[in-house]
């Protein structure tokens, strides 16, 4: 038995959860609205205050999508209640990163500054000029953005220069040793 996929889904108060045909969830709360397509195969009830998955037979393929059934219901619960954010950091000399209306523009050393528009749905916030806070309800929606932001200047090894998430290590590099 899948012990993720058998775990009960706590709807906490404030926030209903609407269960379509052909698996259609949507989930309102104080937050928004999230709404998602789920395999069809597996079965969701909501029984109460409490939501839970079940799945027709131990198939592989059945026993993957139960796990991963209930986590994607369960990120939806918490994004509405809670919502997501990631922090990312930029290191280097004059790296920095500005913020006017919707638009992130980011000083990375190259020629020209990289502007990027905020998704629909997700916000970014700065926290002086080197730490973004990518916010929103939907956590895959806020992962990409965070992903994309760090993908325009990965960290380099040497220095540590670039774009890193707050809770990511990097794994630093010695230099070049001279002749002998």
Not at 32 to 45: S, Y
Not at 170 to 177: F, H, P, S, V, Y
């Amino acid at each position: 038995m899948s012990r993720i996929g058998k775990l009960p889904i706590a709807v906490p108060a404030g926030v209903t959860v609407d269960i379509a045909e052909n698996n259609k969830v949507t989930v309102k709360g104080p937050k928004g609205t999230l709404e998602r397509v789920l395999p069809a195969e597996m079965e969701i009830k909501l029984e109460g205050a409490e939501i839970t998955v079940s799945r027709p037979n131990d198939l592989k393929k059945m026993k993957s999508l139960h796990g991963l059934t209930r986590t994607l219901i369960n990120n939806m619960v918490v994004g509405v209640t809670q919502g997501y954010e990631k922090k990312l950091e930029v290191n280097g000399v004059g790296y920095r990163a500005a913020k006017q209306g919707k638009k992130l523009t980011l000083n990375l050393g190259y020629s020209h500054p990289v502007e990027m528009e905020d998704p629909e749905g997700i916000e970014t916030v700065l926290d002086g000029q080197n730490i973004i806070i990518v916010k929103g309800i939907d956590k895959e929606k806020v992962g990409q953005y965070a992903a994309e932001i760090r993908t325009k200047r990965m960290p380099e090894p040497y220095k540590g220069k670039g774009i890193k998430y707050a809770d990511e290590t990097i794994i630093r590099k010695a230099g070049k040793t001279g002749k002998k």
